[in-house]
């Protein structure tokens, strides 16, 4: 492939949150083309080859997912036909242009009953339609292309689209107290954090695309680990340190709230290898919280 002066990556995803934080990094030394529906529809993969054919890029991020998670229990032909053979066809374009390909990945291929953070090497046993669609597009993008990246990440948050972050800010202004689950763990992980980490990722992969290493499965997500409450409990203290308003937090357990997929009790994720391999190592979660709030109360 003829390599260009500056970096080209095709993200595939427009509103999501990853691909909007990757637009906003997009600068001097790289160019972010985010690319999404009608011209490349997931569900239907003709438009992904027709897409990705002959645009002139270096690498391909597929940041779009069917993420719904409730829903796709009702919908699981719609999830796995986005997250599992739309996901396929992204990884067959790559294979045969040598391109190589970051396919963001989610927690929810784990159980949660693991007691500690689940390693790239542990057991997927999803417990639910999303869950289950996701890993089957891992399966599948690793069948096409092996010298693929899988990066599983968690628990998103970021000024843009609808995450847990944005909805306790909202809920805040609107109610007296919030009730939030406080027996499912998990890391935390600010989107543009997570952007910053795919470039670096992209520039290594383009750079050397014979090391071996580069390839496979990773975890990406901010460190250390909390609580649904324990993250919300910190939204209302950031909230209320920058003259916003805060409200009491009440911990509920999960049969409190019933939903209908079941959440992982435990998706933390070991992030050593990524740290390893790339040298990257994600902010305190906290942090993440801090500059997201403070984005979104302006």
């Known amino acids: 492939m003829l390599r260009q002066s500056r970096l080209s990556l095709a993200v595939i995803g427009i509103q999501g949150q ?15 083309i985010c690319i999404g529906r009608p011209q490349l529809d997931l569900v239907a993969p003709e438009t992904v080859a ?14 779009a997912a069917y993420t719904a998670v409730d829903r796709a229990e009702s919908e ?11 996901a396929a066809a992204v990884a067959e374009v790559c294979a045969r242009r040598s391109l190589p390909l970051i396919h963001v990945s989610t927690d929810y291929v784990f159980d949660g009953s693991k007691a500690g953070a689940y390693r790239e090497d542990d057991a997927c046993n999803p417990q639910g339609v999303y869950g289950h669609s996701k890993l089957a597009g891992e399966q599948a993008v690793l069948a096409a292309l092996p010298q693929a990246v899988i990066l599983r990440t968690a628990w998103v948050h970021s000024p843009f689209g609808a995450n ?29 954090d997570l952007a910053a980490a795919v470039l670096t990722m992209a520039q290594r992969l383009v750079a050397a695309p014979g090391d071996a290493r580069l390839f496979g499965v990773f975890h990406l997500a901010g460190s250390g680990a909390t609580t649904w409450h324990g993250l919300a409990s910190e939204i209302m203290a950031v909230a209320d340190s920058l003259g ?8 509920i357990t999960t049969a409190d709230y019933p939903t209908p997929a079941k959440r992982p009790a435990n998706s933390v994720l070991d992030t050593g290898k990524i740290a390893a391999v790339y040298g990257i190592r994600m902010p305190p979660w906290q942090d993440g919280v801090r500059r997201c709030v403070a984005r979104l109360l302006g």
Not at 76 to 86: Q, S, V
Not at 166 to 182: C, F, G, I, N, Q
Not at 244 to 251: K, T
């Open 18 to 32: 990853l691909a909007r934080s990757l637009t906003e990094l997009g600068g001097d030394d790289v160019d972010i």
């Open 50 to 63: 027709a897409a990705l054919a002959d645009m002139p890029i270096d690498l391909v991020v597929n940041a």
């Open 76 to 86: 699981p032909d719609l999830a796995f036909a986005i997250n599992r053979d739309g």
């Open 164 to 192: 847990f972050v944005r909805t306790m800010l909202r809920l805040s202004v609107e109610r007296d107290s919030l009730r939030v689950v406080a027996d499912q763990h998990g890391s935390p992980s600010y989107a543009p």
């Open 244 to 251: 916003g308003r805060s409200v009491p937090v009440e911990a």
